[in-house]
Nanobody, 131 residues
Framework: EAQLVESGGGLVQAGESLRLSCTVS????????IAWFRRAPGKEREGVSC????????YTSHSVAGRFSISRDSAGKTVYLQMNNLKPEDTGVYFC????????????????????????WGQGTQVSVSS
Protein backbone atom coordinates (compact mmCIF):
# COMPACT_ATOMS: atom_id res chain seq x y z
CA GLU A 1 0.00 0.00 0.00
CA ALA A 2 1.36 3.41 -0.97
CA GLN A 3 1.93 5.70 1.97
CA LEU A 4 3.25 9.23 2.39
CA VAL A 5 4.24 10.62 5.79
CA GLU A 6 5.10 14.28 6.32
CA SER A 7 7.33 15.64 9.06
CA GLY A 8 9.31 18.73 9.94
CA GLY A 9 6.57 21.24 10.59
CA GLY A 10 6.61 23.57 13.56
CA LEU A 11 6.35 27.11 14.85
CA VAL A 12 8.93 29.61 13.61
CA GLN A 13 9.31 33.37 13.39
CA ALA A 14 9.07 35.32 10.17
CA GLY A 15 12.32 35.20 8.24
CA GLU A 16 13.34 31.79 9.54
CA SER A 17 13.57 28.51 7.65
CA LEU A 18 12.08 25.03 7.85
CA ARG A 19 12.65 21.85 5.91
CA LEU A 20 9.72 19.51 5.50
CA SER A 21 10.19 15.83 4.70
CA CYS A 22 7.84 13.45 2.90
CA THR A 23 8.73 9.81 3.43
CA VAL A 24 7.50 7.65 0.56
CA SER A 25 6.75 3.93 0.81
CA UNK A 26 4.82 1.37 -1.19
CA UNK A 27 5.39 2.98 -4.58
CA UNK A 28 8.21 3.30 -7.07
CA UNK A 29 9.24 6.93 -7.12
CA UNK A 30 10.47 6.76 -10.73
CA UNK A 31 6.86 6.23 -11.81
CA UNK A 32 5.41 9.11 -9.79
CA UNK A 33 5.44 12.83 -9.33
CA ILE A 34 5.49 13.93 -5.70
CA ALA A 35 4.09 17.32 -4.82
CA TRP A 36 3.70 19.57 -1.80
CA PHE A 37 0.40 21.30 -1.23
CA ARG A 38 -0.70 23.60 1.56
CA ARG A 39 -3.95 24.76 3.08
CA ALA A 40 -3.90 28.11 4.81
CA PRO A 41 -6.61 28.83 7.41
CA GLY A 42 -9.88 29.60 5.65
CA LYS A 43 -8.45 29.02 2.18
CA GLU A 44 -8.48 26.34 -0.49
CA ARG A 45 -5.61 23.91 -0.71
CA GLU A 46 -2.99 25.08 -3.20
CA GLY A 47 -0.07 23.42 -4.94
CA VAL A 48 3.38 24.59 -3.87
CA SER A 49 5.99 22.52 -5.67
CA CYS A 50 6.50 19.13 -7.28
CA UNK A 51 9.24 16.81 -8.52
CA UNK A 52 8.94 14.04 -11.08
CA UNK A 53 10.69 10.77 -10.37
CA UNK A 54 11.08 9.88 -14.04
CA UNK A 55 12.93 12.89 -15.44
CA UNK A 56 13.87 14.57 -12.16
CA UNK A 57 12.39 17.91 -13.14
CA UNK A 58 10.63 20.23 -10.75
CA TYR A 59 8.06 22.98 -10.82
CA THR A 60 7.45 25.54 -8.08
CA SER A 61 4.53 27.91 -7.75
CA HIS A 62 5.32 31.52 -8.54
CA SER A 63 3.87 32.47 -5.16
CA VAL A 64 6.81 30.87 -3.33
CA ALA A 65 9.49 30.68 -6.04
CA GLY A 66 12.80 32.00 -4.82
CA ARG A 67 12.00 31.08 -1.22
CA PHE A 68 10.89 27.43 -1.45
CA SER A 69 12.64 24.58 -3.24
CA ILE A 70 11.90 20.88 -3.63
CA SER A 71 14.40 18.05 -3.74
CA ARG A 72 14.61 14.33 -3.23
CA ASP A 73 17.16 11.93 -1.83
CA SER A 74 19.07 9.60 -4.15
CA ALA A 75 17.14 6.56 -2.96
CA GLY A 76 13.83 8.13 -3.93
CA LYS A 77 12.42 7.54 -0.47
CA THR A 78 12.20 11.10 0.80
CA VAL A 79 11.12 14.34 -0.82
CA TYR A 80 12.03 17.59 0.88
CA LEU A 81 10.56 21.07 0.81
CA GLN A 82 13.09 23.67 1.88
CA MET A 83 11.31 26.84 2.98
CA ASN A 84 13.38 29.97 3.52
CA ASN A 85 12.44 33.49 4.58
CA LEU A 86 9.11 32.27 5.88
CA LYS A 87 6.25 34.73 6.13
CA PRO A 88 3.09 34.65 8.28
CA GLU A 89 1.05 33.97 5.12
CA ASP A 90 2.95 30.68 4.73
CA THR A 91 1.11 29.39 7.79
CA GLY A 92 -0.98 26.31 7.11
CA VAL A 93 -1.07 22.55 6.89
CA TYR A 94 1.39 21.17 4.37
CA PHE A 95 0.61 17.92 2.57
CA CYS A 96 2.59 15.76 0.22
CA UNK A 97 0.85 13.82 -2.53
CA UNK A 98 1.73 11.38 -5.31
CA UNK A 99 0.53 11.16 -8.89
CA UNK A 100 1.25 8.46 -11.45
CA UNK A 101 -0.25 10.59 -14.25
CA UNK A 102 2.39 13.32 -14.48
CA UNK A 103 5.56 12.33 -16.31
CA UNK A 104 7.34 15.66 -16.26
CA UNK A 105 6.77 18.44 -13.76
CA UNK A 106 8.71 20.90 -15.89
CA UNK A 107 6.75 20.11 -19.04
CA UNK A 108 3.37 20.41 -17.36
CA UNK A 109 4.25 23.48 -15.35
CA UNK A 110 1.46 24.91 -13.25
CA UNK A 111 -0.89 22.15 -14.44
CA UNK A 112 1.23 19.71 -12.42
CA UNK A 113 0.05 21.45 -9.23
CA UNK A 114 -3.64 20.76 -9.82
CA UNK A 115 -4.63 18.46 -6.98
CA UNK A 116 -6.97 16.39 -9.11
CA UNK A 117 -3.95 14.61 -10.58
CA UNK A 118 -2.95 13.25 -7.17
CA UNK A 119 -4.35 10.05 -5.72
CA UNK A 120 -2.16 9.34 -2.70
CA TRP A 121 -2.04 11.86 0.14
CA GLY A 122 -0.29 12.21 3.46
CA GLN A 123 -1.94 13.42 6.65
CA GLY A 124 -0.18 16.78 6.66
CA THR A 125 2.14 18.69 8.95
CA GLN A 126 1.41 22.06 10.53
CA VAL A 127 3.60 25.06 9.76
CA SER A 128 3.01 28.20 11.79
CA VAL A 129 4.91 31.43 11.16
CA SER A 130 4.65 34.24 13.68
CA SER A 131 5.29 37.87 12.80
Amino acid sequence: EAQLVESGGGLVQAGESLRLSCTVSGLSFKDYTIAWFRRAPGKEREGVSCVSGGDGTTYTSHSVAGRFSISRDSAGKTVYLQMNNLKPEDTGVYFCAASSRIESAQSMGVIALVEGWYTVWGQGTQVSVSS
